[in-house]
């Protein structure tokens, strides 16, 4: 809610538990975009993952395109 992570790494299970803590559990205010850094798939059929916060284009990056 405060804006303050900019990196989130995960480690994805292929598995379907159906119930279970969840990363917010009051959910949150507005979505958050990220750009993924990195992903390796290991030996167990886990992936485990690195993104980041997405940056924000200004005014400025758009009228250079």
Do not use: C, W
């Amino acid at each position: 809610r405060l804006d303050l992570i900019d990196e989130y790494k995960f480690l994805v299970h292929p598995r379907i538990a159906g119930h279970g803590p969840t990363l917010y559990q009051s959910g949150l205010p507005s979505t958050r975009r990220l750009e993924l850094v990195s992903s390796t798939p290991l030996r167990n059929g886990a992936v485990a993952m690195h993104y980041r916060r997405a940056r924000q284009l200004n005014v400025m990056d758009v009228r250079r395109t």
